[in-house]
């Protein structure tokens, strides 16, 4: 099973930027989709981004197009999320985790392989 540690969080005032960073350990991580999931204080999961194997295809909810873009260095088995004009809604723990788009809209924790431990965004003026 692939370990996930993320990185770069911390508290910023709206319309800064962050990178996340994401780093795997294991030999699989250039094979297989990849995700990025937050979780905002007293709501439930919610899937951000996804980037596939292959061509690279990268998907994202509509709360974060145009904001948000999502990358990785598979030489560095390392996954990223850049954020861009970021606002107060954006708070919230951030996860990278196995696995592509879910199907549905209400997320689950078991429709990702391995998860991360998080790390915190706090965008406040």
């Known amino acids: 099973q692939v370990q996930l540690v993320e990185s770069g969080g911390g508290s910023v005032q709206p319309g800064d930027s962050l990178r996340l960073s994401c780093v795997a350990s294991g030999s699989t991580f250039s094979r297989q989709p990849m995700s990025w999931v937050r979780q905002a204080p007293g709501k439930g999961l919610e899937w951000l981004s996804a980037?596939?194997?292959?061509?690279?295809?990268?998907r994202y909810a509509d709360s974060v197009k145009g904001r948000f873009t999502i990358s990785r260095d598979s030489a560095k088995n390392t996954l990223y999320l850049s954020m861009n004009d970021l606002k107060p809604e954006d708070t919230a723990m951030y996860y990278c985790?196995?696995?592509?788009?879910?199907?549905?809209?209400?997320?689950?924790?078991?429709?990702?392989?391995?998860w991360g431990q998080g790390t915190q965004v706090t965008v406040s003026s």
């Open positions: 985790a196995t696995g592509g788009q879910p199907p549905r809209s209400v997320i689950l924790p078991a429709d990702f392989g391995s």
């Open positions: 980037i596939y194997t292959g061509n690279g295809n990268t």
